[in-house]
């Protein structure tokens, strides 16, 4: 088990170097050649690279806790539908104030909590129920936005498009709040940790060894909810991190929840880099969406776990 | 013997229905309780209640002290529960589900998983487990738990017959120890091995408690199941031969 831990911890140095370097023209961060190179290091490629690392934490972390608590392990950290219900925040916040970033994220906040409302006034807490309404509450907001999308000004689609698919270039969240929220969420569910482990056994076993199923379950929504509102809030809707970490950390670290979620929060920082290293690399100097980048990268992980295991 | 745990005019309702109405008995410290009935009677459910995992109405007092003034983590002091393990996803192995069990004094896993035959199933995910291994592994679960109530539901089921046997070897050797048992059994034998006293459910709501002396009668229990058992005193067989069905 050190042996894996020291193994991340690599991946931890090798990725920030690859974040700090790659872009345009890469930069190595050991020796950066004049003050331009400094300044593009250390006041941009830095935030975006900690922005990148915090959020892809943030929502392996809320994937992680969206399997356990809706006991699936598809569960993603947009199961339940915020992802579409941000995006429709976000789209109604453009149509306002097309320039502002600042009130499309506070669009998108909003609809983040709007959709969490939604599903936890109709699902009333029950597994199934929430699943339930999540995939149909999903359908409602993919329509609201369609319908925003078709009244959007033409040079708001491409921004909304973007966003969308994953953005880190317009985060307007500071990186201090960010790596905040990863602190604390990885400290909270670390609190809950040994819950979450008698979780894994069903509802009612759990309950048979002390865990109060009910209190759980709301805290599990709200903290793995306002997780994902504020990861959705910074960078847009990014796929498959916080499908594919979790089961990818507990292949490696095995099933207890005190190894997942560390490994977790950071092993989706690190994918995130990674991938929004490649955005900026791939076509410099324009930028790829990073949603895509996850994609490609989240998906054959996954279908290679999916192969294993069977 | 002491009495550990009372139920006062249980009443268990399922779907609308009444399960169970009026039970009351008391349950003792070195004491097995079997609980028979046919399917759907409301076996299963009369231990969810007395584990506070499901509602019910009258007065079940645990310790001298109402089971609804405990809060969950402390009646886990108090009582074990056993019954089937869902299918879990994630992974989880034998060992950490005994460890789960046990808590922060889980010293004995080994010993535990080896006293149940699984110490080789030890890393395995319980995922990968066949009914009968993953019922060794319930049991051993059970062992772990150091409380003065245990409830058992179907502790033989999916069990081979070395393993049936085994497990009524641990149920008597727990009571020896002063463990009070509840257990509900589906094998009259097995019954009749342990049991010092029975609760028969029927399913419509009347529920008998007393001695087994005074219930393992061969009239009783054939209008109970509404099958045909023979024999007399401890031999009580169901009567496989015979098309009185």
């Keep these: ?41 250390w006041e941009l490629r830095l935030p975006r ?29 947009y199961v339940l539908g915020v992802a579409g219900s941000a995006s429709a925040g976000a789209v109604t916040g453009l149509m306002f104030m ?56 033409e040079q708001g689609l491409f921004r909304a498009f973007s966003w969308m698919m994953g953005d880190l270039s317009h985060s307007d969240l500071p990186v201090t709040l960010l790596l905040l929220a990863w602190v604390i969420a990885l400290a909270c569910g670390l609190i809950l940790s040994g819950a979450l482990d008698k979780l894994l056994l069903g509802e009612r076993h759990a309950e048979a060894l002390g865990v109060d199923v009910k209190r759980l379950r709301l805290r599990l929504l709200l903290l793995a909810s306002a997780v994902t509102a504020l990861a959705v809030t910074a960078a847009g809707t990014i796929g498959f991190v916080g499908l594919v970490i979790p089961h ?63 | 013997m002491s009495i550990v745990m009372m139920l006062a005019n249980l009443t268990v309702e399922r779907g609308g229905s ?57 009646l886990t002091r108090q009582i074990a529960w056993q019954g089937d393990l869902p299918p879990t996803e994630f992974g989880l192995t ?15 896993i080994e010993a535990t998983a080896a006293a149940m035959d699984i110490t080789p199933l030890l890393e395995r995910p319980l995922g990968e487990l066949s009914s009968g291994e993953r019922q060794r592994t319930e049991l051993a679960a059970l062992m772990l738990r150091d409380t003065p109530v245990w409830l058992l539901d179907e502790p033989t089921a999916h069990l081979d017959l070395k393993h049936q ?18 257990t509900v059994l589906h094998d009259l034998q097995q019954a009749m091995a342990i049991a010092d006293h029975l609760i028969l459910i029927d399913g419509k709501g009347a529920a008998e408690y007393g001695t087994a002396t005074q219930l393992f009668d061969s009239e009783r229990l054939s209008q109970l199941f509404n099958a045909p058992v023979v024999g007399q005193g401890a031999v009580l067989v169901p009567d496989y031969g015979g098309d009185d069905l």
């Design chain 2, 18 to 74: 009444t399960l169970l109405s009026a039970l009351s008995c008391p349950f003792h410290a070195g004491e097995v309780v079997v609980v028979l009935g046919p399917n759907g009677a409301g076996k299963s459910s009369l231990l969810l209640a007395m584990a506070g995992l499901i509602p019910a109405g009258g007065n079940i007092d645990v310790a001298g002290k109402p089971l609804s003034a405990y809060r969950r983590s402390e």
């Design chain 1, 248 to 310: 990818l950390m507990r292949l490696i670290f095995g099933s207890l929840h005190r190894a997942v979620l560390p490994a977790s929060a950071i092993g989706g920082g690190l994918l995130l880099v990674l991938a929004d290293s490649a955005a900026r690399t791939i076509i410099a100097p324009a930028e790829l969406p990073v949603g895509i980048l996850t994609a490609m990268i989240g998906v054959p992980v996954f279908l290679f776990l999916l192969l294993r295991r069977n």
């Design chain 2, 165 to 182: 046997i085994q497990c009524i070897h641990m149920l008597k050797a727990q009571k020896a120890h002063g463990r009070a048992i509840v």
């Design chain 2, 94 to 108: 034998v060992k950490q589900r005994l460890v789960l069990a046990a808590g922060e004094a889980g010293s004995n």
């Design chain 1, 98 to 153: 097309p320039e502002s970033t600042w009130v499309m994220s506070a669009g998108a906040f909003i609809g983040a909590w709007v959709g969490i409302v939604a599903v936890l006034f109709f699902s009333r807490l029950g597994p199934n129920r929430m699943l339930l309404a999540g995939v149909v509450l999903a359908a409602f907001w993919s329509a609201v936005l369609a319908l925003l999308l078709a009244l959007l000004p």
């Design chain 1, 1 to 41: 088990m050190t042996l894996r831990w020291f193994a991340l911890a690599c991946a931890i140095a090798a990725c920030l170097l690859i974040g700090l370097g790659a872009g345009d023209t890469w930069i190595n961060p050991f020796h950066a050649g004049n003050g331009l190179e400094n300044t593009i290091l």
């Design chain 1, 49 to 77: 690279l900690l922005t990148a690392f915090a959020v892809g934490g943030l929502l392996a972390l809320a994937g992680a806790w969206f399997q356990v608590l809706l006991g699936n392990p598809l569960a993603e950290p």
